[in-house]
């Protein structure tokens, strides 16, 4: 029997059904859009700085490696505060300002510091004599740490990594829109041999930490870009990073000449308020002067929030005039995102976690950029001139962006080796190998079959790393076997890690170059076909 009205309101149930499919499906594409040619454009730059950043990781490390004249036995800290001390009063006793970076467990040099005026004087000393030690210019890991927030462009390049840092955030949100399945096939081990497969497997498993990196990212370079946030988070003790919500026991200069009180016999004070063996830095205010302010610096190589708690003595008379190891609840939380972000604390367990997890995510990126060229790369093929030439810039980009960075940090090693030890502006020097072979690549990329200049490429960067130990033992006597002797695990790690990754890249160049040669056969057999008037089947390309 036929329900009056029945069919009206299917009909308006059908209709308001397909109005929905049809805006998830709008939905679903607009997502699409936004993850590929977002994931596309900023994808290069975030090769590079998760690249350079899980690099940074083990910056302590590199620099170690980068000063193989720094070579020091463990020592009680006293005894390195007093060879410290002694060198600053010999050397600068009227400075402005001295500062003294203590042995650490990843952080073994002995450096002093002394300001007067504009000018910064540093110099590395052996703890046990006190006597300088002439170690090459560098930056050390610093520079790829640096690099890795700031791009070595100033607040341009802060920009570009936040807003790089914005749109990966808003690529993991389009990505899990439009593939929910793949977190039941990730769970369901149905992993494929594909390139997308390869994107969205290391997608899933590396999600939490790349969510982590890019949000406790983000507090960062918000705090340094918009003056706002650290008003609010600070009020007006704010200036400057440096002097995060501390409490000021800074006093102006009287130039009236007093003895400076013995550093070493404030140590023991200094620990007491802070901790047996957790001083990392002490700042000297106005030494010898009546006004001089001695603060010690606790470590933050133990604990999640990056802020060192201080105690402050009277630098003549030795009282203590304070200490401060509370903070309140906004930088408390702020500096635990920061810890979140430079895995500092956990020792060497959660700096290789973060290494492991920092290479995953690069291997997600580049999978998807390369998926992204070989997705389009016959339809581009068939497609007007303007529209090859684009195709054929994206797998260049692609190639510099992915490889041409890996050669670049690997140069930047060779660079610290190969350079005359003397020569001026060392440390600008190898900076400049860095830029200079990272443009090569890019020349190379464009100039080469792309193909072919990704296998070459990849030899490059194998032949660099796993030459690196070679290099590092022809050059100095730090090499792995003398490090291995005298228990240098820093410099032991460094080499083991370069020539592991060389591996690795072999491995990697010798499957293309495999798939480049099944290729070349495939089109033989099909030029052979042609000839014979047959058809044949859809050319597949060496990377598929």
């Known amino acids: 029997m036929r329900v009056p009205g029945a069919s009206c309101c299917l009909g308006k149930i059908r209709r308001s059904y397909m109005n929905q499919s049809k805006e998830k499906r709008s939905f679903t594409r607009g997502m699409s859009e936004l993850h590929t040619w977002g994931g596309l ?13 899980t690099l940074a990781v083990f910056e302590q490390e590199l620099t170690h490696w980068m000063q193989p004249n720094v070579r020091i036995s463990e ?10 001390e002694k060198k600053l009063r010999q050397l600068s006793p009227k400075a402005d300002t001295w500062m003294i970076a203590l042995p650490q467990q990843r952080h073994q040099d002995l450096e002093i510091t002394w300001i007067k005026g504009k000018k910064a004087v540093e110099k590395h000393l052996n703890p046990q004599s006190g006597a300088i030690i002439k170690t090459p210019e560098t930056e050390g890991g610093h520079f790829l740490a ?3 927030f700031e791009l070595h462009s100033g607040k341009v390049g802060l920009w570009l990594v936040t ?3 914005m749109v990966m955030l808003a690529a993991l949100v389009s990505g899990i829109a439009i593939r929910r399945q793949v977190f039941k096939d990730f769970f369901r081990l149905r992993w494929r041999k594909n390139w997308l497969n390869v994107h969205t497997m290391t997608g899933v498993f590396t999600l939490p930490f790349v969510l982590l990196i890019t949000y406790t990212g983000l507090t960062v370079t918000f ?11 600070y009020g007006s003790s704010w200036k400057g990073p440096q002097s995060v919500a501390a409490k000021n026991f800074e006093r102006p200069r009287a130039n009236l000449p007093r003895e400076l009180v013995p550093l070493t016999s404030l140590l023991p004070l200094a620990e007491a308020e802070l901790g047996k063996g957790k001083i990392s830095f002490i700042r000297v205010s106005n030494p010898g002067d009546q006004q001089a302010v001695v603060t010690f610096f606790r470590t933050i190589d133990d604990t999640v929030v990056a802020i060192s708690n201080r105690a402050i003595f009277d630098g003549v008379t030795g009282e203590l005039l304070g200490s401060q190891t509370t903070w309140s609840k906004y930088v408390h939380i702020y500096r635990s995102l920061v810890g979140l972000h430079i895995a500092r604390f956990g020792g060497y367990p959660i700096a290789w976690l973060y290494f492991a997890a920092g290479l995953i995510s690069c291997i997600m990126i580049a999978a998807g950029l390369i998926f992204f ?3 389009r790369r016959s339809r581009y093929a068939r497609n007007s001139q303007m529209a090859q030439w684009m195709y054929r810039a994206i797998e260049g980009l692609n190639i510099t962006a992915i490889i041409g ?7 930047y090693l060779w660079a610290n080796r190969l350079l005359p030890f003397d020569i001026k502006e060392r440390a600008d020097a190898e900076i400049t190998a860095f830029f200079s072979v990272w443009l090569i690549t890019l020349f190379h990329a464009f100039l080469r079959p792309p193909l072919r200049a990704w296998i070459e490429q990849l030899r490059i960067a194998a032949g660099l790393c796993i030459g690196l130990p070679a290099l590092n033992a022809l050059t100095t006597n730090v090499g792995l076997l003398p490090a291995i002797a005298r228990n240098d695990w820093m410099t032991v790690s460094v080499d083991l890690t370069a020539a592991s990754l060389g591996i690795l890249l072999a491995l990697t160049a010798w499957r293309v170059s495999l798939k480049e040669r099944n290729n070349e056969k495939l089109l033989e057999q099909q030029s052979s076909l042609s000839s014979s008037s047959v058809n044949f089947p859809i050319e597949r ?4």
């Open 75 to 84: 020592v009680e800290p006293v005894q390195a505060l007093a060879s410290a």
């Open 405 to 411: 960075i890996i050669i670049a940090c690997i140069a």
């Open 541 to 544: 390309t060496p990377l598929q």
């Open 163 to 165: 807003l790089a840092s």
């Open 41 to 53: 454009v900023f994808g290069w730059l975030l090769f590079v700085i998760f690249f350079t950043g």
């Open 373 to 375: 060229t070989i997705k």
């Open 146 to 148: 640096h690099f890795h």
């Open 223 to 233: 705090l340094m870009l918009l003056p706002v946030v650290p008003q609010v988070l």
